[in-house]
């Protein structure tokens, strides 16, 4: 038996004695967020450690980027739990870490348990300490578990992927290939947006000045496997990398949380890089930064502060930073040019990300300057001419408004124009079915709608039309219906604003003469309040108009849009 057959039977004997140990053990089940990290421990991209942070380590990495043992590491990896579950465990105990499903991935040998000072935490890692201004304090605060565990992990399995396995490459993998492809300078390519021409031509020019090859590693991880954009921006990847030399780009995934803790955050993925094989790394001036996404140059972070971060670091970690240089394109010269080096008379072209999505919605043309066949191909399929697209109706006002009845009639036109299967989520209707175990306090009718919303975004997804009639009261569950169903497809919110009065004159239901009499509770406008819509696309009083002229006022909107056709 050779030496490698030898340590492929140790290793599967001890995982299976491993498993055969941690039935006995207490477990996590661990959350996207978490399985992310864990990946990249079990796997050495987050060499040196060997476990999540202890608080010696934790409190040295806030107060220096430096292990206790003086070894650079700028983010605090430890594994955050719930009060509860800290009190059920105790240090020099075993547990099991599972993935969401349950299914063991690994044993943490516990070392420490404490409650972190998220504040100082988030001061040290952020520079801020409010949720409002910092999507990463955000999630610190109000969505991480208040303990930390810290401790060595002994890995059975990595976390189970099924999509595009082979581009999920190990710092292992990368490595041997680079040896076999005889690769010495190798520039890392860390991003997490769609790429275009202007992306392509930055990242040559920096392997051309660098003599490097190059190695793109876009961030995946926290998209729920069945949402179209993960498939999408894979796919434009692997589209965008057809257009380098083939004999020196090589692509792979990395399953990364990011932090967009700015210079931390770009040395970070330095290291990281590093242990995957890199030599060099393309940092950009807001590298790491939350609103380096956003085209008002808005930027958290000072400019250029990432780099000069890992430049700072690059020879103790065994790494080169390279800076990326932003490319425009220049119409009287055809081609891409630094942008420092752009002179006013120049003719510059740019589309932003509000005009390509424009252009995509309403089928116009992607000039060739701008981005590849193949991208562009792959972003129609996900984001098709909005007379291709799924797209909701979301309806609120009070009860008697005429919400439903103009539901109805909408329903009616759409499914005699036969283009989209059509689904009516009316209100009463959802608590019928969806909702019966609910109250009608202010967190479940939130959770109501909110449920609504979850429903219609599926129809949405998948082409079709929903539409909702609920009374809705409360802005911010009608805001994350938005914000999820608009990531899909249309959301156009209608607020049937018809006065109290007429529907209380209307009152069908005998709803409201039972609120005014006290025998019924929780009416909305009687006992509990409404909050109308900060800015709804349509707003339409029925006093003095029919529900079928509604749903006409409707009908014209969404032609105007470019929904219907």
Avoid at 311 to 328: C, H, K, S
Avoid at 499 to 523: F, M, N, S
Wanted: proline share 5%; glycine share 6%; aromatic share 10%.
């Amino acid at each position: 038996m050779s030496n490698y057959s030898e340590s492929l039977l140790v290793h599967f004997r001890r995982a299976e004695e491993l498993k055969t140990k941690s039935l006995s053990y207490p477990s996590i089940d661990l959350n996207k967020r978490q399985l992310c990290d864990l990946e990249l421990l079990l796997n050495r991209a987050y060499y040196p450690l060997k476990g999540y942070l202890n608080k010696a380590d934790y409190e040295s990495v806030l107060a220096s980027m430096r292990l206790v043992d003086k070894s650079v590491w700028p983010m605090p990896i430890c594994l955050d739990v719930s009060e509860k579950m800290a009190s059920s465990l105790q240090e020099g105990q075993k547990i099991a870490l599972n993935d969401e499903e349950g299914f063991m991935l690994a044993t943490l040998a516990i070392s420490d348990i404490w409650k972190p000072d998220k504040q100082k935490e988030a001061e040290k890692v952020y520079g801020c300490t409010d949720a409002k201004k910092h999507p990463g304090v955000r999630y610190l605060l109000n969505s991480a578990g208040d303990w930390y565990i810290g401790g060595s992990v002994e890995g059975l399995h990595l976390p189970l992927h099924y999509d595009f396995k082979e581009i999920r490459l190990t710092p292992s993998d990368t490595h041997r290939r680079f040896a076999q492809n005889g690769w010495r300078n190798i520039i890392g390519f860390h991003t997490d947006e769609y790429l275009h021409c202007a992306h392509r031509e930055m990242v040559m020019k920096a392997a051309r000045d660098s003599n490097c090859n190059i190695f793109m590693q876009p961030v995946v991880g926290l998209d729920h496997p069945g949402n179209i954009d993960h498939y999408t921006h894979v796919r434009c990847y692997e589209e965008i990398v057809k257009q380098f030399p083939r004999s020196m780009s090589m692509l792979s995934l990395i399953p990364l949380a990011n932090r967009w803790a700015g210079p931390r955050e770009a040395l970070w993925h330095a290291i990281i890089k590093k242990n995957f094989g890199c030599s060099h790394f393309l940092v950009a001036d807001n590298h790491g930064d939350p609103f380096a996404h956003l085209e008002d140059d808005s930027l958290f972070y000072p400019q250029h502060a990432a780099q000069e971060t890992v430049d700072t670091y690059g020879e103790e970690i065994g790494i080169t930073m390279v800076p990326l240089r932003e490319m425009v394109y220049v119409e009287d010269k055809a081609q891409y040019i630094a942008k420092d080096e752009a002179t006013p008379d120049m003719d510059i072209k740019h589309i932003s990300s509000a005009e390509l999505k424009r252009r995509l919605e309403n089928d116009l043309e992607i000039p060739a300057w701008f981005s590849y066949p193949g991208v562009v191909n792959e972003l129609k399929k996900a984001f098709p001419p909005r007379s291709k697209q799924g797209f909701t109706v979301f309806m609120t006002g009070f009860s008697g408004s005429g919400k439903s009845t103009i539901a109805k009639a909408l329903m009616v036109k759409f499914m005699e124009m036969r283009e989209r299967p059509v689904t009516l989520l009316d209100g009463d209707i959802v608590r019928h079915n969806l909702s019966s175990e609910l109250s009608f306090s202010k967190e479940h009718r939130n959770l109501n709608i909110i449920r609504i919303g979850f429903v219609a975004s599926e129809i949405t997804k998948n082409g079709g039309i929903a539409l909702c009639a609920p009374i809705a009261p409360y802005e911010e569950s009608r805001q994350i219906n938005r914000e999820v169903i608009s990531k899909y497809g249309g959301y156009i919110e209608v607020y049937v604003s018809t006065p109290l009065e007429i529907c209380e004159q209307r009152d069908r239901k005998g709803l409201y003469a039972k609120a005014r009499a006290g025998t019924v509770k929780g009416v909305t406008g009687v006992s509990d309040p409404y909050i109308p819509p900060s800015n709804p696309e349509l707003t339409i009083n029925t006093t003095d108009i029919t529900p079928a002229e509604a749903a006409q006022e409707i009908m014209l909107y969404l032609e105007e849009q470019g929904y219907v056709i």
